[in-house]
């Protein structure tokens, strides 16, 4: 990600100060953040940003500064307005966000707040032991990719606890990677199979003037500021091969009561007409190739006219049943361990 990668850099630019390279370039001057309180008791500085924050409201929130302090006071040879100046190797940017979120509380709220945010605080929740910080995090994450087939068909089109952004999706994905949040990447996972598009749907001159190869999950998403956000090769691996098993799946389970020679229902009293509806079905959903789309789609976005009453009920069932047996596999078909285990898994 360019922006990790800009941050690496900075950082490393950090560690060599002293060597030869620096003496021939100045290092950069240090910048004052807007959070700077002026009865602060310590500095912190990440990158070339100081904060002046309180040291009792870090030991209070997190129990990393807690044990940090109670070891030792802060000593530093460099003070600023009399205080201690702590040396961090974190974002300036992740800092910025979790001290404004620490100081203005806005974990409280549940309004949607950016993207870079709910990192930051996720990241230095994890590293820190910010506990409320990390749970804000995790509820705004897990809320929008949950681990239940009831949650899921319940969200609304768009994200409700981050602002959505360019890139969004495949940032959240590589955090979680980052994180070891692996509950939320299944259903992230699966909304990025949606916008693969199908060889077979260029060859045919469908709906996008893409090229297969210029598909989003190998070329990136760019974000508002017109940099890409791009997914490692692993996980375009997982995305491109589930498909494959989803489009499988979805015809033997969710879409399988489709796949019979005759009607839907033992019960069926007029089997010409459930049939020719079944023909026609399968001619829309199957041709020219299936979309994964349907493997979740709730049976009332479906319902077709023309089956009778029997068959329609029998359909039903096992659409219900395929859709909940869809969701049951969706890890493993994207090459993860169950549910269960990528809960447990989660820091
Ligand atoms: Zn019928």
Redesign the pocket.
Same mark, same amino acid.
């Given at each position: 990600m360019p922006n990790h990668e800009s941050t690496t850099l900075k950082r490393k630019r950090t560690l060599s100060q002293g060597d030869e390279s620096s003496q021939n370039n100045p290092p950069a001057p240090i910048a004052r953040s807007d959070i700077w309180m002026d009865d602060g008791s310590i500095v912190l500085q990440a990158e070339f940003t100081q904060f002046r924050v309180h040291r009792t409201m870090l030991t209070r929130h997190s129990n990393i500064f807690k044990d940090m302090f109670s070891v030792s006071q802060p000593s530093s040879d460099l003070t600023v307005e009399g205080c201690p100046v702590v040396h961090l190797s974190d974002s300036a940017q992740d800092m910025k966000y979790v001290l404004s979120a620490l100081y203005d509380q806005t974990y409280i709220s549940r309004v949607a707040i950016p993207f870079p945010a709910v990192a930051a605080m996720l990241r230095l929740g994890n590293k820190y032991e910010f506990i409320q910080l990390r749970e804000d995090a995790l509820f705004r994450l897990r809320s929008e990719f949950p681990s239940t087939l009831k949650e899921w068909q319940v969200l609304p089109s768009d994200y409700t606890h981050m602002v959505t952004q360019g890139g969004i999706l495949y940032d959240i994905i590589n955090l979680a990677l980052e994180e070891g949040l692996f509950s939320i990447l299944p259903a992230a996972y699966y909304l990025c199979i949606q916008d693969i598009v199908s060889p077979a749907n260029t060859l045919l001159k469908l709906s996008s003037p893409l090229r297969a190869g210029q598909n989003e999950i190998f070329s990136g998403q760019k974000r508002n500021d017109g940099t890409l956000a791009t997914l490692p090769p692993s996980v375009q691996k997982a995305c491109i091969l589930g498909r494959e098993e989803i489009l499988v799946q979805q015809a033997q389970a969710t879409l399988g009561w489709l796949d019979v020679d005759s009607?839907?229902?033992d019960n *069926?009293? %007029? %089997?010409h007409?459930?049939a020719t509806t079944c023909t026609q079905l399968v001619s829309i959903l199957w041709k020219p190739v299936p979309e994964p789309c349907r493997s979740l789609e709730k049976w009332s976005q479906l319902d077709p006219r023309g089956? *009778?009453s029997? *068959?329609?009920e029998e359909a039903k069932r096992i659409h219900e049943a395929g859709r909940q047996h869809m969701w049951e596999k969706m890890p493993q078909i994207f090459g993860f361990l169950p549910w269960d285990e990528l809960r447990k898994l989660d820091r």
């Amino acid at each position: 990600m360019p922006n990790h990668e800009s941050t690496t850099l900075k950082r490393k630019r950090t560690l060599s100060q002293g060597d030869e390279s620096s003496q021939n370039n100045p290092p950069a001057p240090i910048a004052r953040s807007d959070i700077w309180m002026d009865d602060g008791s310590i500095v912190l500085q990440a990158e070339f940003t100081q904060f002046r924050v309180h040291r009792t409201m870090l030991t209070r929130h997190s129990n990393i500064f807690k044990d940090m302090f109670s070891v030792s006071q802060p000593s530093s040879d460099l003070t600023v307005e009399g205080c201690p100046v702590v040396h961090l190797s974190d974002s300036a940017q992740d800092m910025k966000y979790v001290l404004s979120a620490l100081y203005d509380q806005t974990y409280i709220s549940r309004v949607a707040i950016p993207f870079p945010a709910v990192a930051a605080m996720l990241r230095l929740g994890n590293k820190y032991e910010f506990i409320q910080l990390r749970e804000d995090a995790l509820f705004r994450l897990r809320s929008e990719f949950p681990s239940t087939l009831k949650e899921w068909q319940v969200l609304p089109s768009d994200y409700t606890h981050m602002v959505t952004q360019g890139g969004i999706l495949y940032d959240i994905i590589n955090l979680a990677l980052e994180e070891g949040l692996f509950s939320i990447l299944p259903a992230a996972y699966y909304l990025c199979i949606q916008d693969i598009v199908s060889p077979a749907n260029t060859l045919l001159k469908l709906s996008s003037p893409l090229r297969a190869g210029q598909n989003e999950i190998f070329s990136g998403q760019k974000r508002n500021d017109g940099t890409l956000a791009t997914l490692p090769p692993s996980v375009q691996k997982a995305c491109i091969l589930g498909r494959e098993e989803i489009l499988v799946q979805q015809a033997q389970a969710t879409l399988g009561w489709l796949d019979v020679d005759s009607e839907v229902s033992d019960n *069926c009293n %007029q %089997q010409h007409s459930c049939a020719t509806t079944c023909t026609q079905l399968v001619s829309i959903l199957w041709k020219p190739v299936p979309e994964p789309c349907r493997s979740l789609e709730k049976w009332s976005q479906l319902d077709p006219r023309g089956l *009778c009453s029997a *068959c329609r009920e029998e359909a039903k069932r096992i659409h219900e049943a395929g859709r909940q047996h869809m969701w049951e596999k969706m890890p493993q078909i994207f090459g993860f361990l169950p549910w269960d285990e990528l809960r447990k898994l989660d820091r």
